[in-house]
């Protein structure tokens, strides 16, 4: 799941788009491939090294669209401040540390949000793009999370973890 490929219809509801990839692999084949296929910033670092896809490297992908739909900005991105490329992880997570969390938040919402809730988004999308696959949330908790009604308290995410 990333961001360009989640529509928008007339009343606002979400719609996943492109089934492009799927379409490229033989659906009766071992899924344990070694061929990574994926967009660059989305892949979580094990499936990069072993080339194995499960549960876990799909919720390190849904924390990557948490993070760049809150922050309008995309995984990876030039900046010419920084002489480079930024991850969008690694910056959210820097200002996590540095206590400006909410200072991520894309900036055409002219402050045009709930601070909690972009909170939760934000904090919600580092737990699921941490490095360590065991440390993830299922997604099962993730709906828990942002499900409103539930009201699931996230576990504290320490800006210095």
Request: with cysteine.
């Amino acid at each position: 799941v990333k961001a360009s490929n989640v529509l928008l219809d007339h009343e606002m509801n979400g719609r996943l788009g492109d089934f492009g990839l799927a379409r490229l692999y033989d659906h009766g084949s071992d899924p344990q491939t070694t061929h990574v296929v994926g967009t660059m910033g989305y892949l979580a670092p094990e499936l990069v090294r072993t080339g194995k896809a499960t549960t876990s490297t799909d919720v390190f992908s849904f924390g990557v669209f948490l993070l760049e739909v809150a922050c309008g900005r995309r995984p990876i991105a030039r900046d010419v401040d920084r002489d480079g490329r930024v991850v969008l992880v690694d910056w959210v997570i820097e200002h996590h540390r540095n206590g400006s969390l909410l200072d991520v938040v894309d900036p055409r919402l002219v402050g045009k949000y709930e601070a909690e809730e972009a909170t939760l988004v934000l904090k919600l999308g580092l737990m699921c793009a941490h490095p360590l696959p065991n440390a993830r949330p299922s997604m099962r908790r993730v709906v828990q999370y942002l499900d409103s009604d539930q009201m699931v308290p996230l576990p504290d995410l320490s800006p210095s973890a």
